[in-house]
């Protein structure tokens, strides 16, 4: 069946960087884009952007311009996103997703979510 | 950016009634809206796309819909594995953006 994999937790520092991985099995990796959720304690989910799995092109969202990038390998079917100079406001879960069925970008496959805490 | 306000932020209910969560949108846009359910510590869960059809396996007791910038998620009667937090996403425009949430508890 379809299904992400992520990394697990991370304890991360202020001004450190976070890479969190998703793996992807049970389709063809190249034929969907991947999505980039989190979800900060309190706050609602935030899309991050998204990643072009066959030619690798990104689309960030400005809130996370210039501290973010999505990069893939096609021949592991893993897609990373990484998190530049962190602060406490990071802290969150991370989620990868897709639209499989075409439902023109809502998503119904996610990951089980990666922890990543901000902390001195 | 389109914002997406939730209402109410909590609503107390019991299993078997009949229940409906509000999303609004600060813009216009047509049917590019999703509704999400998420129980603790999990991944949130498509239910609804295209502000009116169910994802695949969801039950029929789930409905969308749309009325220009007001959206309805409808639980037709509730049962106790409904009590969850419910989002909805627009996807009309770059950022996609989600509203904070409804969260179900029972009475």
């Known amino acids: 069946q379809v299904q992400f994999v992520q990394s697990g937790a991370e304890v991360k520092e202020p001004g450190a960087s976070v890479r969190v991985s998703c793996k992807a099995s049970?389709?063809?990796?190249?034929?969907?884009?991947i999505h980039w959720v989190r979800q900060a304690p309190g706050q609602r989910l935030a899309w991050m952007g998204r990643?072009?799995?066959?030619?690798?092109?990104?689309k960030y969202s400005e809130k996370f311009q210039g501290r973010v990038t999505f990069t893939r390998d096609t021949s592991a079917t893993t897609a990373y996103m990484e998190l530049s100079s962190l602060t406490s406001e990071d802290t969150a879960v991370y989620y990868c997703?897709?639209?499989?069925?075409?439902?023109?970008?809502?998503?119904?496959?996610w990951g089980q979510g990666t922890l990543v805490t901000v902390s001195s | 950016e389109i914002v997406m306000t939730q209402s109410p932020a909590t609503l107390s209910v019991s299993p078997g009634d009949r229940v409906t969560l509000s999303c609004r949108a600060s813009?216009?846009?047509?049917?590019?809206l999703a509704w999400y359910q998420q129980k603790p510590g999990q991944a949130p869960r498509l239910l609804i796309y295209?502000?009116?059809t169910r994802a695949t396996g969801i039950p029929a007791r789930f409905s969308g819909s749309e009325s220009g910038t007001e959206f309805t998620l409808t639980i037709s009667s509730l049962q106790s594995e409904d009590f969850a937090v419910y989002f909805c996403?627009?996807?009309?425009?770059?950022?996609?953006?989600f509203g904070q949430g409804t969260k179900l508890e029972i009475k």
């Open positions: 997703a897709m639209d499989l069925q075409n439902y023109s970008d809502a998503f119904d496959i």
């Open positions: 049970g389709y063809t990796f190249t034929n969907f884009a």
């Open positions: 990643i072009n799995t066959a030619q690798g092109n990104t």
């Open positions: 813009q216009s846009f047509s049917s590019n």
């Open positions: 295209g502000a009116s």
């Open positions: 996403q627009q996807y009309h425009n770059w950022p996609y953006t």
